[in-house]
């Protein structure tokens, strides 16, 4: 009777723990909200509870949940400050001949234009990161950190997002006082969780006031190819004319965004978000569309936008060099001319004056 008795409360007690854990696993699963794209409904973070915080709130007092750890086959992914997780596993192809070896990860990770990348110290600020799912629906975890621990936590550790969906998560930034003019790098992590594959973007966060820049990034088409045999609508979908650009940022901000218009995935795109480096664009594009607007964006909201077109001719740096080139001679050329012409013709005036008979005297007539 007695083991009867320990077997049932054994028993109870599993059920009870069994029962603790699935409504603790149901708090950090993401709940209804909606999707900023259409597209069946999604289970993704409760909406924040309180304007002053970033994060919900449970009876009044904040939740500073740090973001689940990423598990990869039941191993956790290293996820320590300034960290790179290289995109490996089945990603999403770009078509195009010349890029059929080019893959990109599944999700698209950006920085919204409202968050806040120079805060100066002993001060917070926010992150809104901006994901886009351009695979199969599925669930994503979130993580993220950076090499002066600025990043706090995100809003949401996890997300379920169908098929072209998008969603904004925030984070929470705070910056020592010690920390007056450090530059923090930031990595933000998103796992699929059906192949475990890794989308990464790194952020550079200031610690001081936000400059106040008012130079648009710089922006220029470097080449273009033409589809001159491919423009029949029957045969135009299938194949493809190449563009590069450059984009820079050479203030103090830093680029923020780079868009493109029709949208469409592209090389370069996963820039270091604040660089102030040159960014090299580069995108195949249906021969049925003639060209592509390219917008760059800084961190201080200034915008610069060149278009990359199929029958507009573009000069290479190789051409601007030789036409400057051919310029500079055909100045040096006319320049020598003009010196040799006043040369002949002082020389000629000369001669001549040497060589006049000198008049004769009226004695001399005679």
Not at 268 to 275: A, K, L, N
Not at 302 to 323: E, F, H, P, S
Request: aromatic residues 8%; hydrophobic residues 40%; positive net charge.
């Amino acid at each position: 009777m007695k083991q009867f008795v320990v077997l049932v409360t054994l028993i109870s007690l599993a059920v009870a723990l069994r029962w603790t854990t699935d409504e603790h696993e149901k708090g950090d699963v993401v709940a209804e909200a909606q999707l900023s794209a259409t597209g069946a409904s999604s289970r993704i973070a409760p909406p924040i509870n309180n304007g002053n915080n970033f994060f919900p709130n449970e009876n009044g007092v904040p939740v500073m949940r740090p973001a689940a750890s990423m598990v990869n086959s039941g191993g956790s992914i290293v996820n320590s400050p300034g960290s790179r997780i290289v995109n490996s596993g089945l990603l999403n192809p770009l078509a195009g001949a010349g890029f059929n070896s080019v893959y990109f990860p599944y999700i698209r990770i950006t920085v919204d234009k409202e968050s806040e990348l120079y805060i100066p110290p002993g001060a917070e600020g926010k992150i809104i990161i901006t994901l886009k799912n351009d695979g199969p629906s599925d669930l994503f975890l979130i993580s993220g950190g950076d090499d002066k621990n600025f990043f706090q936590q995100f809003e949401y550790s996890q997300v379920q997002l169908g098929t072209g969906q998008t969603i904004n998560v925030a984070g929470r930034i705070r910056v020592p006082i010690w920390a007056n003019g450090a530059v923090a790098t930031m990595n933000v992590f998103v796992q699929r969780r059906a192949d475990n594959t890794v989308s990464q973007r790194q952020i550079y966060i200031h610690a001081k006031s936000e400059s106040g820049e008012l130079y648009a990034p710089w922006c220029t088409v470097t080449s273009v190819t033409k589809c001159d045999n491919y423009l029949d609508e029957s045969i135009c979908a299938n194949q493809f004319w190449r563009m590069r650009v450059g984009v820079l940022d050479n203030g103090d901000s830093g680029l923020l965004s780079i868009e493109m218009k029709p949208d469409g995935r592209f090389m370069g795109e996963d820039f270091v978000v604040g660089t102030n480096q040159s960014v090299y664009v580069e995108r195949m594009i249906s021969c049925c569309t003639t060209g592509v607007d390219i917008t760059a964006t800084d961190v201080r909201g200034n915008t610069k936008t060149c278009r990359a077109d199929q029958y507009t001719y573009y000069l290479r740096n190789g051409d601007i060099a030789a036409v400057v080139l051919g310029v500079v001679l055909l100045l040096i050329l006319l320049v020598a001319l003009c010196f040799l012409i006043r040369f002949c013709c002082r020389r000629r005036k000369s001669r001549s004056v040497n060589t006049a008979p000198l008049p004769r005297s009226k004695k001399d007539q005679k």
